[in-house]
């Protein structure tokens, strides 16, 4: 095992660890939640990483987003998350797409993956990703953060889990996020997709929940 990866061990297998370099994860949004995963992917060794965004950073971003500074404000989020890929571990191969996911362009996106990560920020392009991963039969890992308050799941094709969890288009009054939320629910992701990649066992049909402000956790079925 190289260097690089010496510390996944023995946490992971070198036989889990090899199988991670020969798996594709899309990652769909690179702002506060995309940002971690990304770079957490990218540390603990995935093969081959595929980031979309069509937004650019800003200043509101620099309170959460691990990929913004000041010198890349204005710049392509998806294009800065490759090059901080390309940063952190040169051996994974790296596709951007500078652009917003839609219900056009989201069969090809996906396409070739075998787990996406849903990073969106909004109701709709959540939908547009739930049905395109449905269709394909890919699974795909949901996170949402508000504030202090951060879930993650993973919808498996059958379980129709955003639906459930998103019947109608809603307006979000609160629109905050601290530092660490993000942090947190990215990491759960992350922990989630390196399962499924892995082949080891997964809960699906829950949500899990974490509320930082009163440092509570459950686990709530949806099924």
Known sequence: MEARYARNLPALTEAECERLKRRRVLVVGCGGLGGHIIDQLARIGIGAIRV????????SNLNRQLLSDTEHLGSS??????????????????????????????????????????????????????????????????GAIQGWVAQAAIPMPHEHLIEKLFPTEIEIQDKSVLSFTPALCASIQTALCVKLLTGRAVQTGTIYYFDLLNQEFETIPMV
């Open 52 to 59: 979309v965004d069509g937004d650019v950073f800003e200043k």
């Open 77 to 142: 989020k998806a294009l800065t998350a490759a090059a901080h890929i390309a940063r952190v571990n040169p051996e994974v191969a790296v596709e951007a797409a500078d652009e917003f996911l839609t219900e056009a362009n989201a069969p090809a996106l996906i396409a070739g993956c075998d787990v996406v990560m849903d990073a969106l920020d909004n109701i709709q392009s959540r939908r547009i990703l739930a049905s395109a991963c449905e269709a394909a039969g890919i699974p795909y890992v949901f």
